[in-house]
């Protein structure tokens, strides 16, 4: 069975601050897929970036970087230079295919001090 | 383009009563899921549906039923609530492309459900 988990319950950082949200994860699964994604308090999950298992090089999108690391089933989201625009609920989620279920983790609830 | 529209917003029923929970998914997305969300958690699938079909479920009750129309839109029914049944539920579209191969899921606001 799929499992995410998201150790990380609550994260408050200064505005500016660089904040690193884990996601670590279990498939038995040889080729499955990654999200992560931000829930704002309006309640939609909003879709941020997706990364197949067999392509572990990193992405930088802007300030948002994304390390997955295999060997560690770990799928680590950073955002650098944070904003209070940043405050949110982030999911980490799991599928076996794009077009399949997702299985979310608890979710990280950040929170951005101005 | 509209995204993923989901009515009604919020809701509020009482415990045994029946409740249906509409989507529209994204302008060219066939394929439509259904996530449960308590508080504080992370979403938890319900069943997608695919070209009119039950594609995949998830674990959960008989009492939770769906609909996908030709037009792809969808409904989920709950019958006899129960108190546990209070969550937000999300809609979520896709598009297939071939076989299990698509596009990532985009969310609709959700409905917040509530049982009295």
């Known amino acids: 069975a799929q499992k995410v988990t998201q150790a990380q319950t609550e994260i408050s950082v200064v505005e500016k601050e660089d904040v690193t949200l884990d996601c670590v994860y279990e498939?038995?699964?040889?080729?499955?897929?990654l999200f992560w994604y931000k829930q704002p308090p309006s309640g939609e999950l909003v879709f941020l970036i997706r990364?197949?298992?067999?392509?572990?090089q990193n992405e930088i999108s802007g300030r948002y970087s994304w390390n997955f690391q295999k060997s560690t089933s770990s799928f680590n989201f950073t955002i650098t230079a944070s904003q209070v625009v940043d405050s949110a609920v982030y999911f980490c989620?799991?599928?076996?295919?794009?077009?399949?279920?997702?299985?979310f983790g608890t979710g990280t609830r950040l929170t951005i001090i101005p | 383009d509209a995204g993923v529209t989901q009515s009604p917003t919020h809701l509020i029923k009482t415990r045994g009563q029946q409740v249906t929970l509409r989507c529209s998914p994204k302008?060219?997305?066939?394929?439509v899921s259904w996530y449960q969300q308590a508080l504080g958690q992370g979403p938890q699938f319900i069943f997608q549906?695919?070209?009119?079909?039950?594609?995949q479920r998830g674990n959960f009750p008989d009492r939770f039923s769906g609909h996908q129309f030709p037009n792809y839109s969808s409904e989920l029914n709950v019958n006899a609530l129960l108190l546990g049944d209070s969550a937000l539920y999300l809609c979520?579209?896709?598009?297939?492309?071939?076989?299990?191969?698509?596009?990532?899921?985009?969310f609709g606001q959700g409905t917040r459900l509530t049982v009295v």
């Open positions: 979520a579209s896709s598009h297939v492309v071939t076989g299990t191969r698509g596009t990532e899921a985009f």
């Open positions: 498939t038995r699964d040889t080729t499955y897929y």
């Open positions: 990364r197949n298992s067999f392509d572990e």
């Open positions: 989620a799991l599928s076996e295919a794009v077009n399949e279920k997702l299985t």
């Open positions: 302008s060219g997305h066939d394929t």
């Open positions: 549906y695919y070209e009119e079909e039950e594609r």
